[in-house]
């Protein structure tokens, strides 16, 4: 029988990768939903090519003219729209996994869905563990939903923990995991010389092609601090048990140190299809399109230690661990403010990590027992970081 999928965020990078693997395989998956936010003709011709059961846009406005698009591109396809079309889609019975690939806090709601629903969840939207940590991973273990993690570190670790791992490393003999990081476009660059960055230079990234809100983040490291977050939860690891090492080959995508002294990880080149595919595939391995690795045509793996100085977005991380309760909440949510900013070309890059520094320290944490909680943290958060970066704005006025 084949496994009936549902992609949040069809129409982004791993939206799309997940489709070009799923294409490779005829018959095997069954795609019952795709979704995207606003862009209905990419939507539409991806129905057109994959005849899912149902489609959503979850931004309302584009509701009519998409519905207009799908009378011919693909008549037989339910046609929803709203926040209230993704969680439908996430937990509905015709469906077996759900690739969780919204970026940012917009995918938390479906993703915590799908958790509740019981659902496989191919989980690429790290941010919506990240705020949610306990609640979601809660809503996991109750519901016998099961969690694969598509981010490539995440995905790595996975593949090099023992096959009895059931969400904890507790008891399995790990010492520490080590997360690898390219260290993004600007690795090597002077302090001064990030200053006058643009957004098309910070999302130029090396070695991965990626959306636009995640190439900045791994600018600016906030996507490792991100995943450090991500890996505490995936893994029940302290943060004393995880260790950033930069390695800009980006082959090595993760390592699990065992107390014996053996590390396992995981390689292969840079590309998501990777990761997308033993998830999809998983405890099972299929075909994915990326290329065998040719080790000597790498020639030389490297690693150093991050630059904390340049790129203090991973020491934000460790503090925000410490701090438990809203912490992680307000510091993606302030991250997510920031880089919006950046992007509109509003806010300097070297701001970004700034931003979220004050807001950090200006909002009271609060305890997130209950998703409500999770989402007061992150309004809180959103209307501070956004006023930081205004009183920014009218200091650059004033001074120019
Ligand atoms: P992307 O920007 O390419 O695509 C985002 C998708 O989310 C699109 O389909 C878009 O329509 C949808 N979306 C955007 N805003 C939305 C909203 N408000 N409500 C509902 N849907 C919305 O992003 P991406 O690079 O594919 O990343 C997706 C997620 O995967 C992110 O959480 C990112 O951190 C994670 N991730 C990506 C990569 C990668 O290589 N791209 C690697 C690891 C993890
Ligand atoms: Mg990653």
């Given amino acids: 029988m084949s496994k009936r999928i549902a992609i949040l965020g069809a ?10 693997v799923i294409a ?9 939903a795709l979704t995207a936010h606003s862009r209905v003709s990419e939507l539409a011709s991806l129905c057109q090519q994959f005849r899912p059961r149902f489609a959503c846009v979850s931004d309302p406005s584009c509701y009519s003219e998409f519905k207009a698009l799908m009378g011919s591109a693909a008549p037989d396809t339910e046609v929803l729209a709203g926040p209230e079309g993704l969680e439908q889609v996430a937990s509905e019975s015709s469906v077996d996994a759900v690739m969780a690939a919204i970026v940012g806090a917009a995918g938390l709601k479906a993703t915590l869905a799908a958790a509740r629903a019981g659902k496989t969840i191919l989980l690429a939207n790290k941010e919506a563990l990240v705020m949610a940590g306990s609640v979601f991973m809660n809503a996991v273990h109750e519901n016998g ?3 694969l993690p598509i981010d490539s570190e995440h995905n790595a670790i996975f593949q090099s923990l023992p096959e009895r791992f059931s969400g904890t490393i507790e008891g399995l003999g790990v010492r520490r995991i080590i997360l690898t990081a390219s260290g993004g476009p600007f690795r090597t660059r002077a302090l001064a010389e990030l200053r006058n960055i643009t957004p098309d230079q910070a999302c130029a ?20 601090a991100l995943e450090v977050i991500e890996a505490h939860w995936l893994f029940g690891a302290t943060a004393e048990q995880i260790s950033v090492v930069i390695h800009p080959e980006s082959i090595v995508h993760s390592m699990v140190e065992y107390l014996d002294g053996s ?13 997308i595919a033993q998830a999809l595939a998983y405890p099972d391995r299929i075909e994915s399109g990326v290329a065998s690795l040719k080790l000597p045509a790498v020639g030389t793996l490297t690693f150093e230690e991050p630059d904390l100085s340049r790129f203090p977005a991973i020491r934000l991380a460790y503090a925000t661990l410490s701090q438990g309760n809203s912490a992680s909440a307000v510091f993606n949510a302030a991250n997510e403010i920031a880089v919006a900013a950046f992007l509109d070309e509003k806010l300097p890059f070297l701001a970004i990590t700034e931003v979220i520094e004050e807001t950090l320290t200006e909002v ?23 006023s930081i970066v205004a009183k920014g704005r009218r200091r650059e006025r004033n001074v120019a």
């Avoid at 490779?24 to 019952?32: A, K, L, S, T, W």
């Avoid at 990234?205 to 996507?223: C, E, F, L, Q, Y």
Wanted: contains cysteine; charged residues 20%.
């Fill in 11 to 20: 129409t982004g990078s791993i939206g799309t990768s997940t489709l070009d």
């Fill in 24 to 32: 490779q395989h005829p018959g095997r998956f069954e795609i019952v």
């Fill in 145 to 147: 939903a099961t969690l």
């Fill in 205 to 224: 990234h090396p070695n991965w092609s990626m959306g636009r809100k995640i190439s900045v983040d791994s600018a600016t490291m906030m996507n490792k």
């Fill in 263 to 275: 590390v396992i990880s995981q390689m292969g080149n840079p590309d998501m299809r990777t990761p």
């Fill in 364 to 386: 009271p944490l609060t305890p997130t027992t209950r998703i409500e909680d999770v989402f007061f943290a992150d309004q809180l958060a959103r209307s501070c970081a956004a």
